[in-house]
């Protein structure tokens, strides 16, 4: 008896399959593609960036640095103050450490700097993940968690490191987040940005914070230098490249550091440093414009978001945004049609389900079935049996919201670019070097190449041949230590 049940349930179930794939191949031939494509032109043609818009978007970024430049409050543009007036010059020296806190892991490192002839001697490095918890908690937990990690890599050193008695191991500490810098070695949080948010911390000298975390852990350090990730990444990549004018981060986040002469600062009423120079951390991210092609996907996820209304350019434009974005354009074409079956499929409905790598993955497939798209979708989105019709379409809509964010970064660079007068020929044909790092810059290829070949068109082949992109592979830390360094007691 009991057999025979379990038998009638399996041919159901045998009967019951094979309907579902008669229904699916059904549904899927009842997609009106005409109309999936005309409601995707419309999305698209709302996201487009022609030549002379991003040349206008550059303009009105340039107008908003020179407005951050003046006071501050001025505007969006925060164009804060690094406090980095001296640039490295090869000849730095010593044991350095860093600690680079600034996205959903963290890395201390060890760094022997051998002086003009040495370079960079050794450097050594440990990478923690923050539990994401301690990214929405106390101030408390989350420094004495980056502090006993510290403490840890630091008691695991060889005998080589030791330190003479009486003095003090020195850091730079990379603070991925909007700083007023009070000094080289301090400066309050303004806010946190990318999915960090810790009330209490706001208003805070995070220096404080983690000398303080440092001291319950015993750890006898001294943080000399505190930097923005973009400024570490300049200096480091200053230290390759001696025209290396600005330092870009395309990762999670998404903001710039430049060199800007000191009398074009108003808003700095000390005496003018010796080298005439200091480095302005944009926080470019929280640039915003009616300009911006922002549309109703942006609206929404800015709106759900732990910090709406900021940081807009930086939603438009960086890996923590991108893959949402897609999964937003997505869920919102597969309401109106079936491309994924007649029902919505259930994942596609969960925010920051669609990961940038997972989009990258997708949009870089070259297999002729779109084998690595099928799989994508099936393992992040529980998205089966898709035809290659439908696999192409959601190419397309990577490509669409990759294309805009990478046309609208090269507007960014190209602001700089203007702003430091080297848009145009020098008779010397100086060299200008942006370094730029950032997961979403090195693995996003697409991303990468339509920025260089959007910026040559916004420079001009002529200038373009006189300005270089550069990867600073992990320059932020290396930056820090050598600030560390070049300001160490
Ligand atoms: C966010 C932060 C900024 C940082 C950038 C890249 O925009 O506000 O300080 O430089 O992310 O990590």
């Known amino acids: ?91 730095e020296e010593g044991l350095f450490y860093a600690l680079d806190l600034g996205g959903t892991n963290f890395r201390v490192l060890r760094v022997q700097l051998g ?62 987040f909007p700083v007023k810098q009070l000094s080289l070695s301090s400066g309050t949080l303004i806010k946190w940005t990318k999915g960090f948010c810790i ?111 900021e940081q807009i350019y930086e939603k438009l434009i960086s890996g923590m945004y991108l893959g949402e974005v897609v999964r937003r354009v997505l869920l919102k074409i597969s309401e109106e049609f079936p491309i994924f079956g007649d029902i919505v499929p259930p994942k596609l409905e969960s925010p920051f389900i669609l990961r940038t790598p997972q989009m990258s993955g997708i949009h870089h497939d070259s297999s002729p079935d779109l084998k690595v798209v099928a799989k994508k979708l099936k393992e992040t989105l529980g998205i089966h049996n898709t035809s290659i019709k439908t696999r192409k379409f959601v190419v397309d809509v990577c490509d669409m919201v990759a294309k805009r964010a990478a046309r609208l970064a090269a507007a960014g660079i190209y602001a700089i670019i203007k702003k430091i ?9 100086q060299r200008t070097v942006i370094a730029i790092d950032g997961g979403l810059f090195e693995h996003y290829t697409a991303f990468s190449d339509c920025l260089e070949r959007t910026l040559r068109e916004l420079l001009g082949e002529e200038v373009a041949n006189s300005v270089v992109i550069k990867h600073a592979n992990d320059g932020s830390g290396i930056g820090a230590a050598l600030i560390a360094a070049s300001h160490s007691n």
């Open 1 to 91: 008896m009991e057999k025979r049940v379990v038998y009638t349930a399996a041919t159901i179930a045998a009967v019951a399959c094979v309907v579902a794939v008669i229904v699916i191949r059904k549904r899927s031939k009842g997609i009106k593609w005409g109309k999936v494509k005309e409601m995707f032109k419309e999305i698209e043609s709302k996201c487009a960036l022609p030549i002379e818009r991003l040349k206008q978007i550059a303009s009105a970024m340039e107008t908003e640095m020179h407005a951050g430049l003046a006071s501050d409050g001025g505007s969006k543009l925060k164009m804060l103050l690094s406090y980095v007036d001296r640039l490295p010059t090869g000849g």
């Open 115 to 176: 002086g003009k002839e040495g370079g960079v001697v050794r450097q050594e490095y440990q990478e923690v993940s923050i539990p994401p918890h301690l990214m929405v908690g106390s101030s408390h937990d989350l420094f004495d968690f980056i502090a006993e990690a510290l403490s840890s890599f630091v008691a695991s050193e060889g005998e080589e490191y030791k330190v003479p008695e009486g003095k003090q191991r020195e850091l730079g500490f990379t603070f991925s």
């Open 199 to 309: 009330e209490e911390t706001v208003g805070e000298d995070v220096v404080a914070e983690l000398t303080k975390a440092m001291e319950r852990q015993g750890l006898d350090m001294k943080v000399t230098a505190l930097v923005n990730d973009t400024v570490g990444t300049l200096v480091g990549g200053r230290y390759e490249d001696g025209d290396v004018m600005a330092g870009v981060i395309l990762g999670t986040g998404s903001n710039a550091a430049y060199v800007e002469r000191a009398s074009s600062i108003p808003k700095w009423h000390d005496e003018l440093p010796k080298s005439g120079e200091m480095v302005i951390n944009m926080e470019w991210g929280n640039f915003k414009s009616p300009l911006l092609p922002v549309t109703e996907f942006d609206e929404a996820l800015d709106f759900e978001s732990l910090n709406p209304g």
């Open 421 to 429: 007068g080297r848009d145009t020929l020098s008779d010397d044909k």
